[in-house]
Structure formats: C-alpha cells, structure tokens
T-cell receptor
C-alpha cells in the first residue's frame, strides 16, 4: 500500500524560494513524480526521481531520499504564474501497469 | 506535444442517467487511465487500459465501466449516475517506457443532480 502526505496549502512571495515536501510509505517504491496543476487545467509533468539525489530543471528542482521516504520540490525565483497545485505521486512495483498513487496536492499561492 | 482531449469540460446530468465521458489521445499510447479528483482526496484511479480491448479495475471502479475499442479512445461510462459521482474526471495516457510519464487531459467537471 501507500500513504502519501504533503501540506495542503503554502504561500510564498514573488522572487523567493519555496520548498514543497512530500513523504510517502510504500511497499515497493518505483519512482516519484511531481506534477503542476493550474486551476481548471490538466496536471502537467514537472519531474521524475527514481534514485536518491537532486534533479534540476531550470527554476525547479526535485530531491529524493528513498531511505527516508521523502521528496521535495524546490521552486526558485518564484513568479506569479507558479501559483498552482503541486501533486506528488509515487509509482509502486507490482501494481498492474505500474500505477501512480497521488497525494492530495499542495496549493501554492504566490503573492506580490 | 502530446495531446489528450476530453470531449466535455462541463456536464450536468440527472440521477439515473447513463453518462459517457470520452477521451482521445493522439500519440499512439498503449496505456490509458481514468481518474476522479475530489477535494481532500487527490486523484484516485477508476480504471485503466493496457491496450485495445483490455481493461483493469483501479482503486474505485464501483459504479463505472469503460470501453477501449480503438487505441486512441478510452470511454468512461456511468451506467446510472448518482449524486456521489459528482466530481472532476481526468483522463491520462502513457507510453510504456522507463519513466512512464502520464499525460493528462484538461478534465470534465460532472455534476449529477
């Protein structure tokens, strides 16, 4: 099974850095994804981690520690357009088509 | 760019109606998925399909069925809609590979009155 936990809401200031945490418990970890979802729109893929460490992609970075069951998404130089929900999703081994299990999402509000 | 298109953005139906939600993807992906998204519960998998004419139950299949007659199209069917099926429904598709990234449609917000 899986238990994915992330904060419900966060607020940060334009230009700042924000870190969104995700913890999980799973019986067979096989990758962690971060998605961004603007209100009323489709979730879009941001990052993928399967090994420990930091993956950097422009202003966004994602970190994974498998031993701690922990990931974070780091957003730098925040822009107003970064206001969105951020979904953490874990893929488990041996679950049909390697299905994703999603957290409830963190709604980030960027203020001027 | 991958495109996943859901036929309706908003639907209003009455209790007991049969409802069809349609999803089409243009990237020849083998796998397709239907989720529902509810506040405080996140995305929950209803059904998925490995390939044409293949389907598997997800976490919450009760009250739903699916159809995959063509590779590009995956339909979600509510045989007899109920008020507790009021939700946002998201379709996704995925090509089998190392990352298995899922690509989502914009969603259909269904209200059952």
């Amino acid at each position: 099974g899986q238990n994915i936990d992330q904060p419900t809401e966060m607020t940060a200031t334009e230009g700042a850095i924000v870190q969104i945490n995700c913890t999980y418990q799973t019986s067979g970890f096989n990758g962690l994804f971060w998605y961004q979802q603007h209100a009323g729109e489709a979730p879009t893929f941001l990052s993928y981690n399967v090994l420990d460490g930091l993956e950097e992609k422009g202003r966004f970075s994602s970190f994974l520690s498998r031993s701690k069951g922990y990931s974070y998404l780091l957003l730098k130089e925040l822009q107003m357009k970064d206001s969105a929900s951020y979904l953490c999703a874990v893929r488990e081994e041996g679950t049909g088509a390697n299905n994703l299990f999603f957290g409830t999402g963190t709604r980030l509000t960027v203020i001027p | 760019d991958v495109k996943v298109t859901q036929s309706s953005r908003y639907l209003v139906k009455r209790t007991g109606e049969k409802v069809f939600l349609e999803c089409v993807q243009d990237m020849d992906h083998e796998n397709m998925f239907w989720y529902r998204q509810d506040p405080g519960l996140g995305l929950r998998l209803i059904y998925f399909s490995y390939d044409v004419k293949m389907k598997e139950k997800g976490d919450i299949p009760e009250g739903y069925s699916v159809s995959r007659e063509k590779k590009e199209r995956f339909s979600l069917i509510l045989e007899s809609a109920s008020t507790n099926q009021t939700s946002m429904y998201l379709c996704a598709s995925r090509i089998q590979g190392a990352k298995n990234i899922q690509y989502f449609g914009a969603g259909t917000r269904l209200s059952v009155l």
